[in-house]
């Protein structure tokens, strides 16, 4: 049986944190029993009740856990949380839970079979349904997407929908290579490990966008820029040279 740990990365979220842990155990008890999974809840930098709220919950569930960082980061925190896990099999969504959790078992079961390295969820394949979500952000969206893809010439559209499976082999291998702490840790570690031979599956999903985000688009949109500068001007080079020299 394969091991399985699932984190919840999470930043002042006292009220939404609640829901998503009892939806998520809930549906993890019903739908992934093949799997010796657990849940983490990674806060990284919470001022308000956060991390007391996760601590109840880890009294009130089994199979919970909590990780505590002082520094702000989603990029961070999974990099931490993913690096100490001892899971043969690792992943993450977003607390809002946006993403549609019948998902989940298909994109850990591609990962399992060995059909991929990283299963995404992606918003911007046939198939996939977006409720809710602005004209503005499905273009910075699909600019983004646009601009990676001319950049590097990879297989995958979305690289930050927050629904990620990802295979032992690239935590243990690419995840110490990923500079960024931010929201684009998730675009520089897709592209480090297709580009290295890793392979990326990409699903389509159900996305219901929150109103509550907490993501600054355009600001987000700039620092990612200005990290797909930096693997293209180096940052890839250096990772093709780590990875061989294993």
Same mark, same amino acid.
């Given at each position: 049986?394969?091991?399985?740990?699932?984190?919840?990365?999470?930043?002042?979220?006292?009220?939404?944190?609640?829901?998503?842990?009892?939806?998520?155990?809930?549906?993890?008890?019903?739908?992934?029993?093949?799997?010796?999974?657990?849940?983490?809840?990674?806060?990284?930098?919470?001022?308000?009740?956060? =991390? !007391?709220?996760?601590?109840?919950?880890?009294?009130?569930? +089994?199979?919970? @856990?909590?990780?505590?960082?002082? $520094?702000?980061?989603?990029?961070?925190?999974?990099?931490?949380?993913?690096?100490?896990?001892?899971?043969?099999?690792?992943?993450y969504m977003d607390v809002d839970l946006s993403t549609d959790l019948a998902h989940l078992p298909s994109a850990v079961d591609s990962v399992a079979s060995g059909e991929c390295s990283i299963s995404v969820g992606s918003r911007l394949s046939r198939g996939s349904k977006v409720i809710g979500r602005t004209i503005k952000r499905e273009i910075v969206s699909?600019? =983004? !997407?646009?601009?990676?893809?001319?950049?590097?010439?990879? +297989?995958?559209? @979305?690289?930050?929908?927050?629904? $990620?499976v990802v295979s032992r082999q690239v935590v243990d291998s690419v995840i110490p290579l990923v500079e960024d702490t931010g929201w684009f840790f998730d675009t520089e570690l897709l592209i480090i490990s297709e580009k290295n031979g890793y392979k990326v599956c990409e699903i389509p999903v159900i996305w219901t966008d929150d109103p509550d985000t907490r993501v600054k688009i355009f600001k987000t949109a700039w620092e990612d820029i200005k990290g797909l500068l930096r693997i293209r001007f180096g940052g890839l080079a250096a990772s093709r040279k780590a990875l061989s020299s294993h």
């Open positions: 049986m394969f091991s399985l740990e699932i984190v919840i990365p999470v930043l002042n979220e006292e009220k939404a944190l609640p829901v998503c842990i009892d939806q998520l155990f809930q549906f993890c008890e019903k739908n992934m029993q093949s799997y010796d999974w657990k849940i983490t809840i990674a806060d990284n930098g919470s001022t308000d009740n956060t =991390y !007391s709220v996760a601590a109840d919950l880890k009294k009130q569930y +089994s199979k919970i @856990d909590v990780s505590r960082m002082t $520094k702000k980061g989603r990029g961070r925190a999974l990099k931490l949380v993913w690096m100490e896990s001892q899971a043969d099999i690792v992943a699909r600019c =983004y !997407s646009a601009l990676f893809r001319a950049l590097f010439l990879v +297989s995958f559209k @979305d690289a930050q929908c927050g629904f $990620k």
